[in-house]
């Protein structure tokens, strides 16, 4: 990374801000007039082809301002933004919003969702809490129709599975609520392993639904096991970034694409510490779908109960100070929201 003198730092930081607010290049004469720099046009041209030259700016037409390049938003986010807060009646507007909807997760999900659209006037994305070691807390078998049962498993930190059954033969509802009573004996607690190892004392009913369970549980494992909650599609497909329609579909096939979504939380979120919010700029060199795209990221939760990964996805031209301050917030929040379900679960 180049060392900057300061004045190259304020003009890039100029740049930046001014080039997310009109989408247009900058030149060094808009510089002095709008900033009030008591800086010459001519000092800010040779500092601004030196910041060329270093590969933070580059000049879309011969005649045209500068617009920054990946590496200089780069930049920009770790070395001249610094930290960023929403405003404090910003804070209690969305704190108020989550908590009159109580402690129920899928609401939580979509307003989660729906905020972080709004604040970061961005598409956004949210997965549901998951147990990163699965533990049994309880289960239900529910009699619908015929062969056809309900099979509602809840695991520790809060999560909830459910699942329809088709058993060879039609069972009774008393004899579904006896094998779930004493399932629920055996398995409190318990990982899949564990459950496992208690099939050879169990009946065959038993036997079946502790083999569906386990399944339950180890997709519950993975990165991705429930629902995907998105929102705010239109902000991004708004942007003149995306207009053309190649560009805004490889935009949204990694929201869309639960394989690529995979692959980058994998890779990237969920490697880093709860709290913590990364920034990908143009995919990194690793994920070509992003090339014109940033996606600001964090992982929420309590590590040992349940994590889940929110963030919002733009064009690299992002307000990224808002991006930032929101992904953080709502992910704190989210955190506090898992920490109080496993409270109540106990």
């Not at 004392?201 to 038993?206: A, M």
């Not at 979504?261 to 990364?278: F, I, K, N, P, Y």
């Not at 506090?336 to 496993?342: C, R, S």
Request: aromatic residues 4%; charged residues 25%.
């Amino acid at each position: 990374m180049s060392n900057l003198t300061e004045r190259q730092k304020l003009i890039l930081a100029l740049v930046v801000r001014d080039h997310i607010d009109t989408t247009q290049p900058v030149g060094s004469a808009r510089l002095v007039k709008y900033y009030n720099l008591d800086i010459s046009s001519a000092t800010i041209r040779n500092d601004m082809m030196a910041l060329t030259e270093m590969g933070y700016l580059r000049q879309p037409h011969t005649s045209a301002g500068r617009v920054p390049t990946e590496e200089g938003y780069r930049y920009f986010v770790r070395q001249l933004m610094g930290q960023t807060e929403l405003p404090i009646e910003t804070r209690q507007t969305i704190a108020h919003q989550f908590y009159q909807i109580g402690h129920n997760v899928d609401r939580w999900m979509r307003l989660a969702a729906s905020v972080l659209a709004h604040h970061a006037q961005a598409a956004s994305l949210v997965t549901a809490p998951h147990s990163e070691q699965a533990r049994f807390k309880h289960l239900e078998l529910i009699n619908t129709r015929g062969r056809h049962v309900l099979m509602v498993l809840v695991m520790e930190g809060g999560e909830i599975r459910q699942q329809m059954l088709s058993l060879a033969e039609p069972v009774s509802q008393e004899r579904l609520s006896a094998a779930a009573d004493q399932l629920n004996r055996l398995c409190d607690g318990l990982d899949p392993d564990g459950i496992l190892s208690l099939k050879s004392q169990l009946e065959e009913l038993e036997q079946d639904v502790l083999k569906l369970v386990v399944e339950d549980m180890r997709r519950s494992q993975q990165i991705l096991a429930g629902e995907v909650y998105r929102d705010g599609l239109a902000n991004v497909l708004s942007e003149p970034e995306f207009a053309d329609v190649e560009t805004a579909r490889k935009a949204l096939r990694i929201l869309e694409e639960r394989s690529l979504l995979e692959d980058l939380l994998a890779r990237t979120v969920m490697t880093s510490t709860v709290g913590g919010v990364q920034v990908l700029i143009g995919g990194e060199g690793t994920w070509e779908e992003l090339r014109d795209c940033s996606f600001v990221l964090a992982r929420y939760g309590a590590p040992g109960l349940a994590t889940g990964t929110l963030g919002v996805l733009g064009p690299i031209r992002m307000a990224y100070g808002q991006s930032i301050s929101t992904v953080r917030y709502v992910a704190g929040l989210l955190s506090d929201l898992v920490v109080d379900l496993h409270a109540d679960a106990q």
